[in-house]
């Protein structure tokens, strides 16, 4: 039968006690009681709640069936050795359910039946009894032993049929039975000196049980008094912590004869208690002390009972019990039982969240028993009671990359003195939830490539940090967007989205790209996924890989030398000509500086290092040459050094009339030296004349109208300006512009010609430079305003060609 007791109020709420009663030695699977139906649980929710039993003793002897929600006999039950000889037997355990959390106290009376028959611890016992003993004498025997309780145990005793002995029945102060022999008429030795008997012990079970020994008196003569107790029970409380060797009690005993008859010995009786006790225990057969052999354990054994006997030297005996109860210390710490415990929890998890079902306890009773349990760290955690259970559970937002694990030291500390406590220690993993972005270390990052680099090379590594972890920490990088306004950026660049490693897919031109700018963005794996982005800058370092390009003179000219006149009477230092030359690179590969490669005769000219300018040295003397072929040589700064060549021609002369004698005597001191330098010269006078007469056709039919002609200035004059050769790097076309405008006028009479540039302020006069007599050859005059370098040197050189021609003619 089962009952709801009414409800107990505890510091952690309401819980709930339910009483069954039960007989010992059910058989196995046998139903004791529905459980669920007496909690008010749904059967179906049993398994979900995870409904169990919580008990360091019931455990092995109940079970819940979670189909059905029946409470059943999982092990044979015998009262006598849970609670030994004690009024009442209980078993309590705790039914525990979660989710809401609720524990019930379930408390099991175990009822006695009689499945034990009574029995003597000697089967056998041997009396002495004086001859001259009176009748009515009694003789106390051994109790027999019946481990049930209540009328299952010993209840009645029955002596076989004699003529001289009879039996009755004491109750001690405990209410025990002990039997007595009672002799009836006068003993003679003579005539009979030994009587067998037989003891029968019964209990008052259903059916009825019993036990029996064997009595053999032996009638002897003399003593005539048995020892005598104070009393026949005496008690002795000890704490469980006594010394070893203590005294527990001091006896005594009486014995009205004299002699050896007085002489009382004293030792413990072979009973079924004391034969585990004795170990412990000790007696002094003459000083009548009880000692202590043996530490006591109160959680062990709370109680014992000692028999002891007191036999003088006539054989008479006494018998007294010495009950000892065993006090309880504070000598167990609290014990810790983890269950439920979770080996991990998301670092996303609410507070409240249960984490493990803590249960504490303490072997000790009364106040050594009462524990308190608490927390050693600072942790976001803490402990809510239940009863002997704690739960630990979040207080507060946790954070895996702060904290990945926690180390929680619970305590607990019972209320004895000195109090005495516990550590257990649990790991708690916290496992990882999306929340951090892929971080860069910074904002920006600035790569220095070389152009003219290897296509497929590695240019620069860009690595970001996600504190998460696995899937949660997985980065994969992309080119997200480009800010430089080149097209096809994918052409130019691609990342490998494992490492962030960079790599050029084609080489870079510094003339055509300085800077690269784009936005590469680091994605985790997580779900959602979250990303970060960063800007790189990539700078092209320029390399040497253009040579310097010549402007002036123009290298358009097809490989003709450009032709300078040089006044004969030009002062040292004077300005020739200037090579102008520019270089596409920058910085050091774009530093130009001017040599000469090649020079007829090195004491006349000199050209600047840095300018480009080309300056006469000395005084010209009669005996000089009359043109002098430079080559000059533009090497950059660069490694390895690019470099450009030109040739000039430089014609020594104040005019063309003085030049056109020189030339002529000098071809024909060449015409004499080799047949080859004739045919040579006779070949290009043939084809002058064909072109002269083509260009005579032209100049006539254009003059046929006459123009004014521009005077001549000085030949020395400055033809350009002194101009960094750096400055022309701004102009892609490759032409000089000067803020000049160039005249250039040919007269075709040998005897009259000359030409010269016209000064920036304007057209100036000329004087008569061509006589009446030769206006029949006519005269050409171009006059061009703002012609390039190249255009102006090209127009000189044909001109002067066309000269020495008509001259030879």
């Known amino acids: 039968m089962d009952k709801m007791e009414p409800p107990i109020q505890g510091c952690a709420g309401i819980r709930w006690q339910i009483h069954y009663s039960i007989v010992e030695e059910m058989r196995k699977d046998s139903v004791i009681a529905n459980i669920a139906d007496d909690l008010g649980l749904d059967i179906k929710q049993l398994s979900s709640r995870k409904l169990r039993i919580v008990s360091r003793s019931a455990e092995r002897y109940f079970y819940v069936n979670l189909d059905n929600g029946n409470l059943y006999i999982k092990d044979r039950i015998d009262r006598e050795t849970l609670c030994g000889s004690e009024a009442s037997c209980f078993l309590t355990f705790d039914a525990v359910v979660e989710n809401p959390f609720k524990n019930f106290n379930i408390k099991l009376d175990i009822q006695d039946i009689n499945d034990n028959a009574p029995q003597f611890y000697q089967n056998k016992i041997t009396l002495e009894i004086v001859e001259?003993?009176?009748?009515?004498?009694?003789?106390?025997?051994?109790?027999?032993?019946?481990?049930?309780?209540?009328?299952?145990?010993?209840?009645?005793?029955?002596?076989?049929?004699?003529?001289?002995?009879?039996?009755?029945?004491?109750?001690?102060?405990?209410?025990?039975?002990?039997?007595?022999?009672?002799?009836?008429?006068?003993?003679?030795?003579?005539?009979?000196?030994?009587?067998?008997?037989?003891?029968?012990?019964?209990?008052?079970?259903?059916?009825?049980?019993?036990?029996?020994?064997?009595?053999?008196?032996?009638?002897?003569?003399?003593?005539?008094?048995?020892?005598?107790?104070?009393?026949?029970?005496?008690?002795?409380?000890?704490?469980?912590?006594?010394?070893?060797?203590?005294?527990?009690?001091?006896?005594?005993?009486?014995?009205?004869?004299?002699?050896?008859?007085?002489?009382?010995?004293?030792?413990?009786?072979?009973?079924?208690?004391?034969?585990?006790?004795?170990?412990?225990?000790?007696?002094?057969?003459?000083?009548?002390?009880?000692?202590?052999?043996?530490?006591?354990?109160?959680?062990?054994?709370?109680?014992?009972?000692?028999?002891?006997?007191?036999?003088?030297?006539?054989?008479?005996?006494?018998?007294?019990?010495?009950?000892?109860?065993?006090?309880?210390?504070?000598?167990?710490?609290?014990?810790?039982?983890?269950?439920?415990?979770?080996?991990?929890?998301?670092?996303?998890?609410?507070?409240?969240?249960?984490?493990?079902?803590?249960?504490?306890?303490?072997?000790?009773?009364?106040?050594?028993?009462?524990?308190?349990?608490?927390?050693?760290?600072?942790?976001?955690?803490?402990?809510?009671?239940?009863?002997?259970?704690?739960?630990?559970?979040?207080?507060?937002?946790?954070?895996?990359?702060?904290?990945?694990?926690?180390?929680?030291?619970?305590?607990?500390?019972?209320?004895?003195?000195?109090?005495?406590?516990?550590?257990?220690?649990?790991?708690?993993?916290?496992?990882?939830?999306?929340?951090?972005?892929?971080?860069?270390?910074?904002?920006?990052?600035?790569?220095?490539?070389?152009?003219?680099?290897?296509?497929?090379?590695?240019?620069?590594?860009?690595?970001?940090?996600?504190?998460?972890?696995?899937?949660?920490?997985?980065?994969?990088?992309?080119?997200?967007?480009?800010?430089?306004?080149?097209?096809?950026?994918?052409?130019?660049?691609?990342?490998?989205?494992?490492?962030?490693?960079?790599?050029?897919?084609?080489?870079?031109?510094?003339?055509?790209?300085?800077?690269?700018?784009?936005?590469?963005?680091?994605?985790?794996?997580?779900?959602?996924?979250?990303?970060?982005?960063?800007?790189?800058?990539?700078?092209?370092?320029?390399?040497?890989?253009?040579?310097?390009?010549?402007?002036?003179?123009?290298?358009?000219?097809?490989?003709?030398?450009?032709?300078?006149?040089?006044?004969?009477?030009?002062?040292?230092g004077s300005l020739i000509t200037k090579v102008v030359a520019v270089d596409a690179d920058s910085g050091h590969n774009s530093w130009l500086s001017y040599h000469f490669i090649q020079l007829s005769d090195l004491n006349h000219f000199v050209i600047s290092e840095h300018t480009g300018e080309i300056r006469t040295s000395r005084i010209f003397q009669e005996k000089d040459m009359l043109n002098y072929r430079i080559l000059v040589m533009v090497k950059d700064n660069g490694h390895p050094t690019l470099s450009a060549t030109t040739t000039l021609s430089l014609i020594i002369a104040d005019d063309f009339q003085q030049v056109v004698p020189k030339l002529s005597n000098k071809l024909k001191d060449d015409e004499t030296q080799s047949n080859l330098q004739f045919y040579l010269v006779v070949g290009l006078a043939l084809i002058s004349l064909l072109f002269i007469i083509t260009v005579m056709v032209a100049i006539i039919s254009k003059c046929k109208q006459p123009k004014p002609l521009p005077a001549f200035s000085s030949l020395t004059t400055n033809l350009y300006p002194p101009i960094d050769p750096r400055t022309f790097s701004m102009y892609s076309d490759g032409s000089l512009p000067l803020p000049y405008s160039y005249n250039m006028c040919v007269a075709l009479d040998p005897a009259e010609g000359d030409f010269t540039y016209m000064n920036p302020s304007g057209n100036v006069p000329v004087e008569n430079l061509i006589d009446a007599d030769n206006t029949e050859q006519g005269t050409e005059c171009l006059t061009e305003a703002s012609l390039s370098t190249e255009q102006l040197t090209l127009k000189l050189s044909t001109c002067y060609q066309s000269y020495l021609s008509i001259r030879r003619i």
Do not use: W
């Open 132 to 572: 001259l003993t009176s009748p009515g004498a009694r003789f106390a025997l051994q109790s027999a032993e019946d481990p049930d309780i209540g009328s299952n145990s010993v209840q009645t005793y029955k002596l076989s049929d004699n003529q001289y002995f009879t039996l009755t029945e004491n109750i001690r102060t405990d209410g025990s039975k002990y039997p007595e022999l009672v002799l009836e008429k006068p003993l003679d030795r003579e005539t009979q000196d030994t009587h067998e008997l037989i003891l029968t012990a019964l209990d008052g079970g259903n059916p009825i049980r019993s036990g029996t020994k064997s009595l053999k008196i032996i009638v002897i003569d003399g003593n005539d008094n048995a020892p005598l107790f104070a009393q026949d029970m005496y008690t002795v409380n000890l704490k469980e912590n006594i010394p070893v060797n203590s005294t527990v009690i001091t006896l005594n005993a009486s014995d009205n004869d004299e002699g050896i008859n007085a002489q009382i010995t004293y030792s413990f009786m072979k009973t079924s208690g004391n034969i585990h006790h004795t170990g412990i225990f000790s007696i002094n057969p003459n000083t009548f002390e009880i000692k202590i052999n043996g530490n006591l354990d109160f959680e062990v054994t709370k109680n014992y009972e000692l028999s002891v006997q007191a036999k003088d030297g006539g054989g008479l005996v006494a018998h007294c019990k010495v009950l000892v109860q065993v006090i309880d210390v504070n000598d167990n710490a609290p014990e810790i039982s983890i269950t439920s415990l979770s080996s991990s929890i998301p670092e996303d998890s609410a507070p409240g969240t249960m984490i493990a079902l803590i249960e504490i306890h303490d072997q000790d009773s009364g106040d050594n028993a009462d524990v308190d349990c608490q927390i050693l760290e600072d942790v976001p955690f803490k402990l809510l009671s239940s009863n002997t259970y704690y739960r630990l559970v979040l207080s507060a937002a946790i954070d895996r990359e702060k904290t990945s694990s926690y180390n929680i030291s619970v305590i607990a500390t019972d209320r004895g003195s000195p109090p005495l406590s516990s550590t257990r220690v649990l790991t708690l993993d916290i496992s990882d939830f999306n929340d951090n972005p892929p971080i860069f270390a910074k904002s920006t990052y600035v790569s220095y490539v070389p152009e003219n680099n290897l296509p497929g090379a590695s240019i620069f590594s860009i690595q970001a940090s996600d504190p998460d972890t696995g899937d949660n920490a997985k980065i994969i990088y992309s080119i997200s967007n480009t800010i430089t306004e080149t097209p096809s950026m994918t052409s130019y660049l691609s990342i490998n989205i494992e490492t962030g490693v960079l790599y050029a897919q084609r080489s870079f031109d510094y003339e055509q790209n300085k800077e690269l700018i784009i936005e590469v963005t680091a994605s985790d794996n997580g779900s959602p996924s979250l990303r970060s982005n960063v800007t790189l800058f990539i700078h092209i370092v320029d390399q040497n890989d253009n040579a310097p390009k010549i402007l002036y003179p123009s290298p358009d000219t097809g490989g003709s030398a450009v032709f300078e006149m040089v006044p004969f009477v030009s002062e040292p």
